[in-house]
């Protein structure tokens, strides 16, 4: 108990250190698979942006050095020093707006329980995506080459940014029981089976369609599941994009596949889009449906208790009614209503039937 108590204090203590550097090591690791899926030298798919948004909306500005840092070794990885620090800096941009927007949201900051929230989050990646854009023309002219395209980072943020955001609120069991149904699993197959179809060349409307087969699977699962199961299946999405790229020659030759991945991209962007505000939607009727029902139940339980009380309260009525308050004995109330009992029961029994009255001790 004692080491655990020091590690624990120790954790907590050098917890901004631990947190920098896991977001360091893990930008350069997003850095490295998002170059390694590259198509002529454009990534598919930035998902340091994701990364970076989510890190910097739940941990604060105390992961601002951590980011900063993962940016500039990332961009290491393409560009010398100089050229590098800059482009690490510009991208940097991203996180740094969604810290500058996020300071009024409080401190939960649970982007899946309202529509203002996700949609506050989303504007501000979009919006440090744009200023990353428009800051790119300052930089040289190798540096502003190397920077990834407006909707690479689009995607990116969409595609693994809600997955952190989940995953990090992720405490009980509770958050997890997706992973444990048929269904979830049923989905996923149905996306696997979708991307197989689109690989091959029997269907050639879904080549040229995408996300014809793969956005109702989408919407079913914001519908059906939690968060975290909704946006796993996002990121497994953006992984099949970036190792299994869509099939780019339905929208253009081989000269002008540019094209087709500004049009992969634009469709990921918005099917991931779209599912995440229907997820929101759907988290919000929920939220309301079990607060409605919180509601009535409390209310059942309010009637019940006062009924418990009315019925209690008549008794003690019924009683006092039926007694003289001084002697403590039945009254004539009472004796009227025995004695009409007693004498329908004797006529309907042919018995006889006796009334004795006695003076006690002289009280009348």
């Known amino acids: 108990p004692l080491a655990l108590s020091l590690s624990r204090d120790l954790m907590l203590r050098h917890l901004p250190l631990l947190r920098n550097g896991a977001a360091a090591v893990a930008v350069v690791l997003l850095v490295w698979i998002s170059l390694a899926a590259s198509v002529d030298g454009m990534a598919p798919i930035w998902l340091p942006s994701g990364l970076a948004c989510a890190l910097a909306l739940r941990w604060g500005w105390s992961v601002m050095p951590g980011l900063w840092l993962g940016s500039v070794l990332g961009a290491l990885q393409v560009q010398a020093m100089p050229a590098a ?18 300071a009024r949201w409080g401190p939960r900051r649970d982007v899946f329980q309202a529509f203002p929230k ?16 428009l800051l790119a023309g300052v930089l040289p002219g190798g540096a502003a080459e190397a920077i990834p395209t407006l909707n690479s980072r689009l995607a990116g943020q969409l595609s693994i ?15 997890f029981q997706d992973f444990r149904r048929w269904d979830w699993w049923l989905i996923v197959a149905g996306v696997l089976l979708s991307w197989s179809l689109i690989q091959g060349g029997a269907f050639p409307m879904l080549r040229a369609r995408p996300m014809v087969p793969i956005l109702p699977l989408l919407l079913t699962a914001s519908f059906r599941f939690q968060p975290l199961g909704v946006t796993v299946l996002l990121f497994l999405l ?17 000269g002008t596949k540019w094209l087709g991945l500004l049009t992969v991209q634009r469709l990921v962007i918005f099917g991931d889009f779209i599912t995440l505000f229907v997820l929101v939607a759907n988290q919000e009727r929920r939220i309301l449906v079990a607060g409605l029902e919180a509601q009535a139940l409390r209310l059942e339980r309010l009637v019940e208790e006062r009924t418990r009380e009315l019925v209690a309260a008549n008794a003690r009525l019924e009683r006092l009614s039926h007694r003289d308050a001084l002697t403590g004995i039945a009254n004539r109330r009472r004796f ?23 003076d006690v001790d002289h009280f009348k």
Do not use: C, N, Y
């Open 336 to 358: 009227e209503q025995v004695l009409q009992r007693e004498w329908a029961r004797a006529r309907e029994g042919g018995h006889s039937f006796t009334v004795a009255v006695f």
């Open 161 to 175: 940014a809600p997955l952190l955001l989940a995953a990090l609120d992720a405490k009980s069991p509770e958050h």
């Open 85 to 102: 620090l800059a482009l690490g800096s510009v991208l940097s941009v991203e996180p740094l707006m969604v810290l500058l927007l996020a």
């Open 118 to 133: 996700l949609a506050m989050f989303v504007l501000a990646s979009w919006l440090g995506a744009l200023l990353v854009t």
């Open 238 to 254: 953006a992984l099949f994009q970036l190792w299994i790229p869509f099939p780019m020659d339905a929208w253009g030759a081989e």
